[in-house]
């Protein structure tokens, strides 16, 4: 399997804009995981999903921020307008549900810098 | 208070030395317990996670475990510069993974 799948890898966009940042999680794993990284916040959970429904959304700083997964093998997070405070790394991950220990499987990330 | 709190560091260990890393949890309905490696510019990995109280040992790592502390801790036995990363200590509630944030470790060769 190719692990998660994240894209863009940069995104650079001007304040207002919208920006939608994408995940392809591990085929077969039912929890998909949004998080936020940034030096001073550390790594913050967004938002999670289970069998494609969002299950808290209560991380999600504000209404500009929505997420969204249609079927299985896609999610997306979506920030409308932005501002230079999203600048941030997101990262997407997933799991599979059954086990006390299982881990959570991390992408790359998207480095989103709003200028 | 953080519901996952780490001393963010850096703390810097010799080369060959023993790296001790700690955590503290709020929730005590907590149910499993990891320990996730950073390199700078990279996503995390895990390297060992726990769920009974008591130690567990991989190589080099040695993971322990208090639940009635509230405690979990990560050794890092005859250190090598590759160690050299952020190790996050996170907890599993219910469904979520909560993370730390994470302390920055310096081996000094």
């Known amino acids: 399997d190719a692990g998660v799948i994240q894209s863009p890898r940069h995104e650079v966009t001007e304040m207002g804009q919208e920006v939608t940042l994408r995940c392809k999680p591990i085929?077969?794993?039912?929890?998909l995981f949004w998080y936020r990284q940034t030096m001073m916040r550390g790594l913050e959970l967004l938002i999670y999903?289970?069998?494609?429904?969002?299950?808290?959304d209560s991380g999600m700083p504000e209404d500009r921020f929505s997420a969204k997964m249609p079927n299985a093998s896609f999610s997306t997070l979506k920030i409308q307008p932005s501002e230079p405070r999203d600048s941030a790394v997101y990262f997407c991950?997933?799991?599979?549900?059954?086990?006390?220990?299982?881990?959570?499987?991390f992408g790359q990330g998207t480095r989103l810098t709003v200028v | 208070q953080k519901e996952v709190e780490q001393n963010s560091g850096p703390l810097s260990v010799p080369e060959g030395a023993i790296a001790s890393l700690n955590c503290t949890y709020s929730d005590r309905g907590s149910q499993s317990f990891f320990w996730y490696r950073q390199y700078s510019g990279k996503s995390p990995e895990l390297i060992m996670f726990i769920y009974s109280n008591g130690d567990k040992e991989d190589g080099r790592f040695t993971a322990q475990l208090n639940k009635a502390s509230q405690y979990v801790s990560l050794l890092i036995r005859d250190s090598q510069p590759s160690d050299s990363a952020t190790y996050l200590c996170?907890?599993?509630?219910?469904?979520?993974?909560?993370f730390g944030k994470g302390t920055r470790l310096h081996i000094l060769p």
């Open positions: 996170a907890v599993k509630r219910d469904d979520k993974i909560i």
């Open positions: 085929s077969g794993h039912d929890y």
């Open positions: 999903f289970n069998n494609n429904v969002p299950i808290d």
């Open positions: 991950a997933s799991r599979e549900t059954g086990r006390m220990n299982t881990e959570a499987f």
